[in-house]
Nanobody
Framework: QVQLVESGGGLVQAGGSLRLSCAASGRTSRTYAMGWFRQAPGREREFVGKISWNNNIDYADSVKGRFTISRDNAKNKVYLQINSLKPEDTGVYYC?????????????????WGQGTQVTVSS
């Protein structure tokens, strides 16, 4: 089993920044991909970005240039740096682990999920 715990969410004004963290524990290995998803009220969960085991990174078009994903394999952590926040970035942000080392863009491809961290952006 793998456990994922997100942290770093909060209330921030538009234009501000946040750094979300996701810590993985349990039966992890280094050859896994990590993804970030978000879900706004009344909307479906959407892909934000992912990082493969060998650090290939993909982002959703809506966040390119503002979001940066990184990982620290020694600490089993993945990070999501969010800059120039907009009110439409508001939602619950989830990290997810994909046992496929390449990772995917669909939530159904991920094997483990964190509980989520709330990001609220005020205008």
């Amino acid at each position: 089993q793998v456990q994922l715990v997100e942290s770093g969410g909060g209330l921030v004004q538009a234009g501000g920044s946040l750094r979300l963290s996701c810590a993985a524990s349990g039966r992890t290995s280094r050859t896994y991909a990590m993804g970030w998803f978000r879900q706004a009220p009344g909307r479906e969960r959407e892909f934000v970005g992912k990082i493969s085991w060998n650090n290939n990174i993909d982002y959703a078009d809506s966040v390119k240039g503002r979001f940066t994903i990184s990982r620290d394999n020694a600490k089993n952590k993945v990070y999501l740096q969010i800059n120039s926040l907009k009110p439409e970035d508001t939602g619950v942000y989830y990290c997810a682990l994909d046992l496929n080392p390449r990772g995917g863009t669909s939530s159904g491809e991920y094997d483990y999920w964190g509980q989520g961290t709330q990001v609220t952006v005020s205008s």
